[in-house]
């Protein structure tokens, strides 16, 4: 597997620093994170990610930072999860994107670019070509 982007985002090796910046991504597609959705992101990286306010904390700062502006890891969500698929459950997986859909749907229906963004997560998970093994 070649890896010569030089993007940090694209170097993330766990499920739960995927899954946060895509969560993150998820919020910020159309527009800026609103304060509705940053404490929705803290719940979820708290109850879902087993952290503590601390941890949640960081890892959203984490994820911002590595979000930027944005434009990659929207283009690209499948290069987020590249170094990290393997790792995913199918518990994981199906539990990745019901959170996507719940961060999507906090400030109301799901937009168009978050619906197609969570529909191209889905599609890595579930891709025929998966890089895991069952074992």
């Known amino acids: 597997m070649k890896q010569l982007n030089a993007n940090p ?7 739960m620093e995927a899954m946060a910046l895509l969560l993150l991504a998820t919020a910020r597609i159309d527009g800026d994170l609103s304060s ?5 992101l803290r719940k979820i990286f708290e109850d879902s990610f087993n952290q503590n306010t601390r941890d949640s904390s960081a890892l959203l700062s984490s994820s911002t930072y590595l979000l930027g502006d944005g434009l990659e890891v929207f283009k690209r969500p499948q290069d ?9 459950s199918s518990e994981q997986r199906e539990s990745s994107i019901q959170l ?3 961060i ?6 799901a937009s168009d670019s978050q619906k197609d963004y969570i529909s191209s997560i889905r599609g890595v998970f579930y891709s025929s070509k998966d890089k895991g093994s069952w074992e």
Not at 9 to 15: G, S
Not at 36 to 40: A, F, L, S, V
Not at 82 to 88: A, D, H
Not at 104 to 109: F, I, T
């Open 80 to 88: 987020v999860v590249s170094k990290s698929l393997e790792k995913f």
């Open 9 to 15: 985002a694209f170097n993330l090796d766990t499920p």
């Open 100 to 102: 996507l859909t719940r």
């Open 104 to 109: 999507s749907e906090v400030s109301g229906p």
């Open 36 to 40: 509705d959705e940053k404490q929705e």
